[in-house]
């Protein structure tokens, strides 16, 4: 591909996140849509810590499986592709990866995938979850709002009729 098309190709995924970027900040237009953004404006701060950590462990066990399978194992060929794939293991569970290192060093296999399922699949992933879901509840109780999925658009125009003449003024 030429240049000009890897640019076009670039800027059009950045008018993309842009756009769906100003779509979220017209979900604050109506509070049962903005439950959305809220729950994960609220869980930020608990979400950064939490990613630190869980980045760590993931670095951890990438440089484990590198130093362990890299030599036999492509999926752990070098640490970007191990980090790669140790990141897959988390999100979509054992796959692939695990019958490959079975099949190399059963033991080392064991050794690494019995503390990777209880730390990261079991434990940090629930982790995760529990901050997610706890700021969505935190979130719903400051919810007073007793609209309704057919009053959207009514209360939307509203608070855009309002934004607009306060733009004009």
Same mark, same amino acid.
Do not use: C
């Given at each position: 591909p030429?240049? =000009?098309?890897?640019? #076009?190709?670039?800027?059009?995924?950045?008018v993309v996140?842009?756009?769906?970027?100003?779509?979220?900040?017209?979900?604050?237009l109506?509070p049962?849509?903005?439950?959305i953004?809220d729950?994960?404006?609220?869980a930020w701060?608990?979400?950064?810590?939490?990613?630190l950590?869980?980045?760590?462990v993931l670095?951890?066990?990438?440089?484990s499986a590198?130093?362990?399978?890299?030599?036999?194992?492509p999926?752990f060929r070098?640490?970007?592709?191990? =980090?790669s794939?140790?990141?897959?293991?988390?999100?979509?569970?054992?796959?692939?990866?695990?019958?490959? #290192? =079975?099949?190399v060093?059963?033991?080392?296999?064991?050794?690494?995938?019995?503390?990777f399922?209880?730390l990261?699949i079991?434990?940090l992933?629930?982790?995760f =979850?529990?901050?997610v879901?706890?700021?969505?509840?935190?979130?719903?109780e400051?919810?007073?709002?007793?609209?309704?999925?057919?009053?959207?658009?009514?209360?939307?125009?509203?608070?855009?009729?309002?934004?607009?003449n306060?733009i004009?003024?």
């Amino acid at each position: 591909p030429s240049f =000009l098309y890897k640019y #076009i190709k670039s800027l059009s995924f950045f008018v993309v996140f842009f756009a769906a970027v100003r779509f979220f900040r017209f979900l604050k237009l109506q509070p049962r849509l903005a439950v959305i953004t809220d729950t994960l404006a609220t869980a930020w701060p608990d979400l950064s810590h939490f990613l630190l950590i869980f980045a760590l462990v993931l670095v951890a066990f990438a440089s484990s499986a590198f130093v362990l399978f890299g030599w036999a194992v492509p999926q752990f060929r070098d640490f970007p592709t191990a =980090l790669s794939s140790v990141f897959s293991m988390a999100v979509n569970g054992l796959g692939d990866e695990t019958s490959a #290192i =079975l099949e190399v060093s059963p033991v080392h296999a064991q050794l690494f995938l019995i503390p990777f399922s209880l730390l990261v699949i079991l434990l940090l992933v629930n982790i995760f =979850l529990a901050i997610v879901i706890g700021s969505f509840d935190a979130t719903k109780e400051k919810l007073h709002d007793d609209s309704t999925v057919p009053s959207i658009s009514e209360s939307s125009m509203k608070q855009l009729t309002r934004h607009r003449n306060s733009i004009q003024d």
